[in-house]
């Protein structure tokens, strides 16, 4: 069936903020007449929700890197089929906290699982549902840290547990696919003040939905 509506997801480092900026811009776009879906990964969805629980449980420090892509891979399949397709059928626009890059700079480089076997699992589960546009909130991994540890209500999950370096390699992970897919990533400076960055990214959002 023809995908009818617009898919937009935001990427970035731990501590970047995306969560936040991504209901706000949500909010804007329905003020603005728009029906708009917002969901995150892992998750989303009930069967999803369990996968995140268990990739991201602190006393799951024993988890194998493959076993940690799998798991995301399978969790975005169902949260694609039964949630994501049926909204862009609908002809909604879709706001997603992460999707397919997430795995590629994570597990695809920071594990050292290769991007292009990582691609390669995340290709069978999601077919050619790619993103519109992918928003990189640009943050350094010291600073996102940094905002982690002094922000009490933000969930503290396996992954913020890793080294500092895993982190560094994140980052470096996100820009090989900033150089990689420069038509559809777009990057904005997520280090600045809360408010400035949700106006930036509605000014990026606004413009892709014009030109639809």
């Given at each position: 069936?023809?995908?009818?509506?617009?898919?937009?997801?935001?990427?970035?480092?731990?501590?970047?903020?995306?969560?936040?900026?991504?209901?706000?811009?949500?909010?804007?776009?329905?003020?603005?007449?728009?029906?708009?879906?917002?969901?995150?990964?892992?998750?989303?969805?009930?069967?999803?929700?369990?996968?995140?629980?268990?990739?991201?449980?602190?006393?799951?420090?024993?988890?194998?890197?493959?076993?940690?892509?799998?798991?995301?891979?399978?969790?975005?399949?169902?949260?694609?089929?039964?949630?994501?397709?049926?909204?862009?059928?609908?002809?909604?626009?879709?706001?997603?906290?992460?999707?397919?890059?997430?795995?590629?700079?994570?597990?695809?480089?920071?594990?050292?699982?290769?991007?292009?076997?990582?691609?390669?699992?995340?290709?069978?589960?999601?077919?050619?549902?790619?993103?519109?546009?992918?928003?990189?909130?640009?943050?350094?991994?010291?600073?996102?840290?940094?905002?982690?540890?002094?922000?009490?209500?933000?969930?503290?999950?396996?992954?913020?547990?890793?080294?500092?370096?895993?982190?560094?390699?994140?980052?470096?992970?996100?820009?090989?696919?900033?150089?990689q897919y420069p038509d559809r990533i777009t990057t904005i400076d997520a280090s600045?003040?809360?408010?400035?960055?949700?106006?930036?990214?509605?000014?990026?959002?606004?413009?892709?939905?014009?030109?639809?």
């Amino acid at each position: 069936m023809l995908k009818k509506g617009v898919f937009i997801t935001f990427e970035g480092p731990e501590g970047a903020g995306k969560t936040t900026v991504l209901e706000e811009v949500a909010n804007k776009l329905r003020l603005d007449g728009h029906d708009v879906l917002t969901t995150r990964e892992p998750g989303g969805i009930r069967i999803a929700e369990k996968i995140r629980a268990i990739i991201l449980d602190n006393t799951h420090q024993e988890m194998d890197g493959r076993t940690e892509a799998l798991l995301y891979a399978a969790a975005r399949r169902q949260h694609l089929v039964e949630k994501i397709v049926p909204a862009l059928t609908e002809g909604k626009v879709v706001l997603c906290d992460r999707f397919v890059d997430s795995s590629l700079a994570y597990q695809g480089y920071a594990r050292g699982l290769g991007m292009d076997d990582v691609l390669s699992i995340n290709r069978f589960a999601i077919g050619d549902t790619m993103p519109d546009l992918t928003i990189f909130f640009n943050i350094s991994p010291e600073e996102g840290l940094e905002r982690i540890s002094r922000n009490d209500e933000r969930e503290q999950n396996r992954l913020d547990q890793e080294s500092i370096h895993f982190h560094t390699m994140v980052y470096e992970g996100y820009q090989r696919l900033l150089k990689q897919y420069p038509d559809r990533i777009t990057t904005i400076d997520a280090s600045c003040e809360i408010k400035t960055v949700t106006e930036n990214v509605w000014k990026i959002v606004s413009s892709q939905l014009i030109s639809e």
